[in-house]
């Protein structure tokens, strides 16, 4: 079964300073990874993904991600952190073979920027 | 383009009432999705659409109904509301997928279910 792991609930930076926000998956095959933010009251907008090539993914707003495939992670990261990156972050996997297009998403980490 | 739309955007039941919640979108997409988010849980899918006129379960379908008549068109129905029904309920649609395509989301319907 395919799963998804955001081990930190929150994560503290202050702004300027780099962030990271965790993510291990479990999926039987290759995965297709994707992270999204969601903003106070609002839906979740797509922010980057991993489909197969260049480990290092660049997405919206100056974020990036990691696949590591030994490691099973796909850890969110940006090299310096703005107030306004603000906001609930999820992870997603679904598998790349046999799919219906169902995402399986980490249970959110929280990253408060502090001016 | 207004992308995905949900009505209405807050509701509050009382036990053993039934209501719907609409999702629209206006990119043309085959596939749609009803997902609830609740703390710590993240989202977790209740019913999808591959198709106009197909659905199928996902993850917690219990106490849910769909329909897909329209292909913009995707409908949550809740036929006797539960208190444990409270959540914050969520629309996407992507491309017919190969497993690549983004999902693009709604911005939600809060409902709270006395």
């Known amino acids: 079964a395919q799963s998804v792991a955001q081990p930190e609930d929150q994560v503290n930076v202050a702004e300027g300073n780099p962030l990271t926000v965790k993510c291990t998956y479990s999926?039987?095959?290759?995965?297709?990874l994707f992270w999204y933010v969601q903003y106070p009251n609002r839906g979740l907008q797509f922010l980057l993904k991993?489909?197969?090539?260049?480990?290092l993914v660049k997405g919206s707003y100056g974020f990036e991600a990691e696949f590591n495939k030994s490691q099973t992670s796909f850890h969110l990261k940006k090299p310096s952190a703005l107030v306004s990156d603000s906001a609930l972050y999820f992870c997603a996997v679904r598998k790349q073979a046999g799919n219906t297009g169902k995402l399986i998403f980490g249970q959110g980490t929280t990253l408060q920027v502090k001016p | 383009n207004a992308g995905v739309t949900q009505t209405p955007k807050f509701r509050v039941l009382k036990t053993g009432q039934s209501m719907t919640l609409l999702c629209a979108q206006d990119m043309n997409h085959e596939y749609m999705y009803w997902y609830r988010q609740d703390p710590g849980m993240g989202l977790r899918l209740i019913h999808y659409s591959v198709g106009e006129g197909t659905t199928a379960k996902g993850e917690v379908p219990d106490g849910y109904n769909v329909s897909r008549l329209k292909k913009q068109n995707f409908l949550l129905g809740l036929e006797s509301a539960a208190p444990s029904q409270t959540s914050v309920y969520f629309c996407?649609?992507?491309?017919?997928?190969?497993?690549?395509?983004?999902?693009?989301f709604g911005p939600g319907t809060r409902l709270l279910v006395l």
């Open positions: 999926v039987s095959g290759n995965p297709y």
């Open positions: 991993y489909i197969t090539g260049d480990n």
């Open positions: 996407a649609s992507s491309r017919k997928t190969s497993g690549q395509e983004t999902q693009y």
